[in-house]
């Protein structure tokens, strides 16, 4: 496996240096650098946003979730995301209209000028700085954790971190969005062909699929059903998940920003089916990589599951190959959410270009030193920390969905109460008040009083410009 290692790692290094290279010379203004030219075509469309969307919470936390909640954990991702591809169709056509409008840099500044307030593009970002930082630690945590299980005499957790985010700065201060991009490419390639390769040897080794799930109802058959083993799908926490991931092109910015930078609207739909039908593959494996470890591996730690599905199991060139696509999704998805981060920040910076693009690098920097500490403090719970980050960011939806789509000037209290909601959520993962108040879980009380008031906010604000013309 150790030679099989070196030579796809070198690889790695050599196409990420080939395609910094080619990024460089196509990046020719500021803009360029920060949003790829905004001719992106359908093929690094779909493998970008894969690249993004499929991160390596899904290499490691996604098939230990199957493993030890069950078959459930199919309505809590595949199907969530399958109807988000949806929102992809109709917030794709909606933001880009919009960006042609008013201009597009980053979803906080265009909020801002759509709102008429600096407030709006505020209360974004820092929704998506609190939410963001955590999500890109989590995946730098599980990887760093996981090359130290594999290489326990090389570097210890905290030293692979400084590697990972040294790699990522400096790539994505060189090349720009165009040369993340190349990267997301290079990984959504090697994530799907190292998942369907060891979604399919898990099913090898019991013959056929309906065998594997015969094994699965005799180890446990809450496996087979919801709430699952341990009750955690239930129904409200079922459809305040939906409602988190389903929000996720238009919450986070790493993905609206792609929906934007795509040559036009023909190549945005292209985008969406073609993740679409990647997310199948990756979800079918996952999951038949989980359910086989709930029969081979059911009381083993999760670092310990992960070692033996993905390296001890394979072939060693197999194996390498997974750890190599681990250290490239771990690259380009958090690479993509901090300079998202980045683009946002620029967004809301008001002096001349140059000194905005200096402001940005630095806060990129400053962005990975605050990802290296959280990623040294972080939990284990890789999927359940990231479904914290979609709900999280899911809390500013109505700012971002009714600035989209309003013909003028929406209501600041779209911002106050999106503001209030933002606070209360924050106050549940601080346990200051109660995640489920009356036997409704707080999220999803949240996100149904958010719907009501935008809907309340634009009823009431056309039907007062009607009065006023009259």
Known sequence: MIKWFWIFSIGFVLLLVFVSLKAIRKNKSIDDFMLAGSNIGALLGILTYAAALF???????????????????????PVADGVMFFMMFWFGFQLRKKAREVGYKGMAGMMSRIFETRWAG?????AAFIFLIPYVAIQIRGISMFFTAIFPNALPPYGWAIVIIGVMIIYSEIGGLKAIIFSDAIQAVLLLTVLAIIGYNSVRYFGNVKELFDQVQQVDASLLSVPGPKNLFTVQFLLASFLAIILLPVTQPQFSSRIVIMKNMKETYKMAAGVGLIAIVVFIATA???????????GLPTQEFIQNALLFDQAGVIAALAIVGLFAAVLSTSNAQLFALGSEFRSLLSRDEKTNFRWTKIALFVFALIVFVFSTQMSDELVLLARMSFAGTSMIAPIIIVGVISKRKPGI?????????????????????????YNMRVDLSLHTLLFFISILSIFIRKTHIKVSKT
Do not use: K
């Not at 505020?122 to 820092?126: D, E, H, K, L, N």
């Open 55 to 77: 991160s390596a919470f899904i290499f490691i936390g996604v098939p230990d979730f199957f493993r030890v909640h069950g078959v459930g954990a199919w309505i809590f991702l």
């Open 122 to 126: 505020y209360v974004v970002f820092i």
């Open 288 to 298: 038949l990589i989980g359910m086989s470890g709930a029969v081979r591996y059911p």
């Open 413 to 437: 209290e779209i911002i106050v109460f999106s503001c209030m909601s933002l606070i209360v959520f924050l106050l549940t993962l601080f346990n200051l008040i109660p995640s489920v108040l």
